[in-house]
């Protein structure tokens, strides 16, 4: 299975049992709003070989390794992240755009992160908004 090292938002490592604290939304468009990055770290050896499929070269694929976010409010800008490519490996900008809730309060994300094997790791983090 995958392993989940960490996470970030807006460039800083999330403490995970703390979670993150994000002003409201006052816009009427949520894309108005202030944008915030979420980032998940995966290590290099959780992409594994993908046993029985093989490029043209003749050399082995590797799996597929992404990231998909959920929030019980808030907006991610798409569902997932691809984190490892098959042939070319670790992507470069694996960051997911998130806009805060309009309604204060206490809300939750989580993290799920899969390969195409079926490994699957997740983790999960409150969101205060204020």
Excluded at 94 to 102: G, L, R
Excluded at 110 to 122: E, F, L, P, Q, T
């Amino acid at each position: 299975n995958p392993v989940i090292s960490g996470v970030t938002f807006d460039g800083t490592k999330v403490d995970l049992k703390k979670g993150i604290t994000v002003d409201r939304c006052t816009q009427k468009n949520e894309k108005d709003c202030q944008e915030h990055k979420f980032d998940t770290q995966v290590p290099a050896s959780s992409q594994e070989i993908n046993t029985g499929e093989m490029q043209p070269s003749g050399q082995p694929y590797k799996e597929q390794v992404w990231a998909a976010y959920y929030s019980t409010d808030g907006k991610f800008e798409g569902d997932a992240r691809l984190l490892y490519d098959a042939t070319t490996g670790k992507v470069d900008d694996t960051s997911i755009k998130f806009y805060a809730p309009k309604v204060a309060g206490a809300h939750h994300a989580w993290i799920v992160v899969k390969d195409n094997r079926g490994g699957s790791a997740w983790l999960d983090f409150p969101i205060t908004v204020r």
